[in-house]
């Protein structure tokens, strides 16, 4: 694996495909090349990204669950909100996801209809994994996605007069006696 993937719908992608899937734990180190992070930059939306990279970790486990965990880093520049500036920064994260694999699912759903029970505060089910295998290189990009500060602020910017960050409002608002109230503890 290691290297981009021709037929890959995605911009980072690098596929594990279903028959690399086994007993024995699976270690990838990708990065992405020069070519995908311009791609991928136009993608998100950023400035610059400098590079893109991840350690990831696949274990097969009972009943067809595939575990992945991945550690990742990324340098990037957004604009500034207020100045446009480049606002440089690292970002980095780790991240788990589960799959089923398809015999797994056929097999739970020859079986009796079973309650499928949601938790607001717990983990997502696992997902049914893809015929192709699972792309590891979207995964880091989906994680990255959502780590972008959305609102990047050089150091030295200062925001116009009447766009303070927190502008008090009329005093007679509906909360303005709760203010009252935090300043007394």
């Given at each position: 694996m290691g290297g981009p993937s021709a037929e890959a719908g995605s911009e980072f992608s690098r596929?594990?495909?279903?028959?690399?899937l086994g007993?024995?734990?699976?270690?990838?180190?990708?990065?992405?090349?020069?070519?995908?992070r311009v791609l991928l930059q136009d993608r998100l939306g950023l400035l610059g990204l400098d590079c893109l990279s991840a350690s990831c970790r696949i274990r097969s486990g009972l009943g067809g669950l595939v575990l992945v965990s991945c550690d990742w880093?990324?340098?990037?520049t957004q604009a500034c909100v207020?100045?446009?500036?480049?606002?440089?920064?690292?970002?980095?994260?780790?991240?788990?996801?589960?799959f089923l694999t398809s015999n797994h699912e056929a097999g739970q759903r020859s079986e009796a209809v079973q309650e499928i029970v949601v938790e607001p505060e717990g983990e997502d089910p696992p997902e049914p994994l893809p015929p192709e295998g699972i792309d590891l290189g979207e995964l880091v990009?989906?994680?990255?996605?959502?780590?972008?500060?959305?609102?990047p602020r050089s150091e030295d910017a200062v925001l116009p007069p009447g766009f303070e960050a927190e502008d008090e409002g009329p005093a007679d608002h509906p909360f303005a006696a709760l203010k009252v109230l935090?300043?007394?503890?």
């Open positions: 596929i594990v495909g279903p028959e690399r007993t024995r734990a699976i270690e990838e180190r990708i990065e992405a090349t020069a070519q995908e880093r990324a340098e990037i207020v100045t446009l500036d480049p606002v440089c920064q690292a970002v980095e994260g780790q991240f788990q996801a589960s990009v989906q994680e990255l996605a959502v780590s972008l500060d959305p609102y935090k300043g007394k503890e």
